[in-house]
């Protein structure tokens, strides 16, 4: 480099400087590239695998989606927890972590209040007590999952071989090697799905921490009953066509609670918020869409069935999708499954096998309840006594820090909750505490009936499964080839001597108990109505004239109506038709409310985009980014004055209902500001504030011309890692996170992209799949899933599916042998 040397020297110094910086770069780049595909799985050729009986065969598609062939249900589950663990083993190492409490061993103090509420509702503890209530076959074949993932791991002893976020870890935990996979591990999980669905926890506390504020009528203004003159139930009448119940049973009392204490239900508020977001924490958003057709209805002759379960939203998606074939089905070889499951989990959860198809939406009965307990440390009053509490201590191991002893108290109807964001006297003063009876923290057989579904044939040994998912319980829509549609409720729905489920309830007065829960065969269910439709969307499964107390806290029956509305006026509906359906965007109270909007609004920027809008909201909707915005100031003008944080307006149906009603009532004191002490305002000035309001905020935001105005704009998803997605360290963030793309849909409509009025209008929680089953032909069923099949960063399968997720656009779903292996582009075969 002669001429260098002819250079000044300072501009050769400079050139020195930027070549050593671009070499720096690019061993970084270097060293980045090989650690990220240093972890990437191995997906063609031989493996051995101990243990393994005869040969298996893994297929995998352009989307890297597996389907498992093998000759024994032993072979082909602990093939299925290789294959995970290949794609998502840190999900499941960090999930399991979530389950057993032990976060804090991982990223230190930063997560220990998570670590806290999970130790004390011992979801880890309840796991254990359930395998051994499970069926021979199920723990066989959770144990050879286990071996499978086992597998992997002595496969892939180098946790730089396992994922990327090892290598992370490592900059903060040096040291970390995760443990062997167990069966307790998986069953685990159903815990913290039961707590992402776990019902009306948030209601029945909103109204005690509405309640200590405002007299009770007021707040009861807040949660109106279902209307079932209006919104469609799931089933009809006492009587169900196969008469498998009756109705019977007593429904349970109103009861007036005992005034909650304040402090320590903020403290149970507080708890509950620490959960990590990937687990809903509450989000009134959290259900599902899911129904199901008859031949008559359908343009191929057979049922066809949809799903899209509304869960919150993550990097990488909550469902892993995985095909299950023994190559000949058998009494001893019955699985031939494909479908959608949770990373550690066996089996498929939502999908269809060779002969049924099955759904799931939230069925959201009030499976839990508050009770006000007054307490000693280690006493609890009961019927005038003083009963010992139940107290134990769990040791928290901190990384970076000393191990966390963590006091944990339970009475009769559950652990303490107010207890967990500090001590016990601070929580609770005066012996003041709270306690929760929740029907997860009983061990049960959930894990049994995933097991049984997927070799289900009929309906006969779907209900016959059904009746053994307890927790959550949820809606269950089936079809089959034989032409058969039908609906079962599930689950464990505890008989109350007193109460609604409503508010908290004395827990020291013997009288506000559980009795009991309501028999399998007293649940709704319907097979083949004359309607040749089922339409469940977490609205109100059965009319008033059922006698047992399921909830009182249903969705409001929004999407359930707009469903039905497309379902029953479509004509013959074939697979793209459901599929549209599923992104059906359009604002259900709209109608309701722009009337008002335009008789106020004459001047207000924006106002003529609700003229001539017709309620749908897509990405480049004007008028949707117009009216959400309404909505949203509307609500915070006209509620957050007076409820305190906690009972506040997130948005959702159950506030379009309340807002329905106060637009009869102009004088209603929800209008009135408390914050103008010398006004008093009324219907018209609130709405009219609303405009005003949301105008200024949507010209400052996307401009001055409404027409430019774009609902996407406003509505974004950013797919967020649900462990360092939210580190605070942006390029650590850059790595794992995703986004943000704009989304279109909202708040209670089919499409059901969910966002918080007191938070903004980023997306929360989404349609985490979709999917379409096919009875005349199963090779012709369609799926998306909201990100992809792979956990690692940067593989081609991280978020594949995501940008078709948002336009709405869905997969194929090859099942038959045949056609997965004409759709295969990686074959990967385990020998024994």
């Known amino acids: 480099m002669k001429f260098m040397r002819q250079w000044p020297w300072p501009l050769r110094w400079g050139v020195r400087a930027l070549a050593l910086v671009m070499v720096v770069v690019l061993v970084a780049t270097g060293w980045f590239v090989w650690t990220v595909r240093k972890a990437f799985p191995t997906y063609d050729g031989q493996i051995k695998m101990p243990g393994l009986v005869g040969e298996v065969t893994v297929h995998r598609d352009s989307y890297g989606i597996p389907q498992i062939y093998a000759d024994s249900p032993e072979d082909l589950f602990r093939a299925q927890g290789y294959v995970t663990a290949q794609d998502r083993f840190w999900e499941m190492d960090f999930r399991r972590h979530i389950t057993a409490g032990r976060l804090s061993e991982l990223f230190g103090e930063a997560t220990l209040d998570t670590d806290k509420v999970t130790r004390t509702l011992g979801w880890r503890k309840t796991a254990e007590a359930e395998l051994p209530l499970l069926e021979p076959e199920t723990r066989q074949l959770l144990e050879a999952y286990a071996a499978g993932v086992n597998t992997w791991l002595k496969d892939n002893p180098d946790t730089a071989q396992q994922s990327?976020?090892?290598?992370?870890?490592?900059?903060?935990?040096?040291?970390?090697?995760?443990?062997?996979?167990?069966?307790?591990?998986?069953?685990?999980?159903?815990?913290?799905?039961?707590?992402?669905?776990?019902?009306?926890?948030?209601?029945?506390?909103g109204r005690a921490i509405a309640d200590a504020k405002l007299p009770t009528e007021r707040v009861d203004q807040l949660y109106p009953g279902y209307d079932f003159r209006r919104m469609p139930t799931i089933v009809t009448g006492g009587e169900v066509t196969d008469g498998s119940f009756t109705g019977g049973g007593t429904r349970a009392k109103t009861d007036d609670a005992a005034q909650a204490p304040a402090r320590a239900l903020t403290s149970v508020l507080e708890a509950i918020r620490v959960m990590p977001d990937d687990l809903g924490n509450g989000d009134a958003e959290l259900g599902s869409n899911s129904w199901v057709i008859s031949g008559e209805r359908s343009t191929t002759g057979k049922p066809l069935l949809a799903n899209d379960p509304h869960l919150s939203a993550q990097m990488p998606s909550v469902w892993y999708q995985t095909g299950l074939h023994c190559r000949t089905v058998t009494d001893a070889c019955p699985y031939d499954v494909t479908g959608f499951t949770f990373s550690g989990l066996p089996g498929v959860v939502i999908g269809h096998n060779h002969k049924v198809a099955w759904g799931f939406t939230n069925l959201a009965p009030d499976v839990s309840d508050l009770y006000l307990e007054k307490t000693t440390a280690t006493t609890a009053e009961y019927k005038g006594v003083q009963e010992p509490l139940q107290i134990r201590t769990e040791k928290i191991e901190v990384a970076g820090g000393k191990p966390v002893e963590l006091t944990v108290r339970a009475t009769r109807h559950g652990p303490i909750i107010s207890d967990v964001m500090s001590d016990a006297e601070a929580a609770a003063p005066g012996g003041e505490a709270v306690a929760l009876r929740w029907t997860a923290l009983d061990p049960g057989k959930t894990a049994d009936a995933i097991f049984q579904m997927n070799r289900a044939t009929d309906w006969t040994t779907f209900r016959a499964a059904a009746s053994s998912f307890e927790v959550p319980a949820q809606n269950l829509v089936y079809a089959d080839v034989e032409g058969n549609i039908g609906y079962q409720s599930p689950g464990r729905i505890p008989i109350r001597t007193e109460g609604d489920g409503t508010r908290p309830v004395p827990g020291w007065d013997g009288v506000h108990e559980w009795d009991g829960f309501l028999p399998f065969e007293e649940l709704p269910t319907v097979l083949n109505p004359d309607s040749g439709y089922i339409v469940t969307a977490n609205n109100a499964v059965i009319g008033d004239s059922y006698e047992p107390l399921l909830t009182k806290d249903w969705a409001y029956g929004y999407r359930a109506q707009r469903i039905d509305d497309l379902v029953r006026n479509g004509g013959r509906l074939d697979a793209a038709a459901m599929g549209e359906i599923q992104m059906d965007g359009r604002q259900g109270f709209a109608p309701i409310l722009v009337p008002h909007l335009l008789r106020l609004g004459a001047g207000v920027k924006g106002i003529e985009l609700l003229r001539t809008w017709d309620y749908s909201q897509p990405v480049d909707s004007a008028p949707a980014a117009f009216f959400n915005a309404v909505w949203r100031q509307l609500l915070l003008r006209t509620f957050n004055d007076e409820l305190p944080e906690g009972a506040r307006p997130d948005g959702g149906d159950r506030w379009f209902e309340v807002v329905r009603t106060l637009l009869d009532r102009p004088a209603d004191p929800y209008w009135d500001d408390a914050a103008t002490a010398n006004a008093t305002e009324q219907r018209d000035d609130i709405l009219l504030r609303a405009l005003r309001e949301a105008s200024a905020e949507l010209v400052e935001r996307l401009g001055a011309d409404p027409s430019g105005w774009r609902w996407g704009e406003l509505h974004t998803l950013t797919l967020t890692n649900e462990s360092f997605g939210t580190s605070g360290i942006t390029p650590i963030e850059k790595i794992f996170n995703r986004g943000p793309i704009e989304v279109g849909g909202g708040k209670s409509v089919v499409n059901a992209a969910g966002w918080d009025a007191q938070e903004g209008y980023e997306v929360k929680t989404v349609p985490s799949l979709r999917l379409v089953a096919d009875l005349a032909d199963l090779d012709a069923s369609r799926y998306i899933n909201l990100t992809g099949s792979s956990g690692h960063a940067f593989s081609p399968y991280y978020w594949d599916q995501t940008k078709l997720w948002a336009r709405g656009d869905t997969i194929p779903w090859p099942f038959t042998a045949k056609a997965v292996e004409k759709s295969a582009e990686h074959t990967l075969t385990f020998k024994p």
Request: net charge negative.
């Open 164 to 205: 990327l976020e090892y290598s992370v870890l490592g900059f903060q935990r040096t040291g970390y090697r995760p443990e062997e996979w167990t069966a307790v591990d998986s069953v685990a999980w159903l815990k913290a799905m039961a707590w992402d669905l776990r019902s009306n926890i948030e209601e029945e506390l």
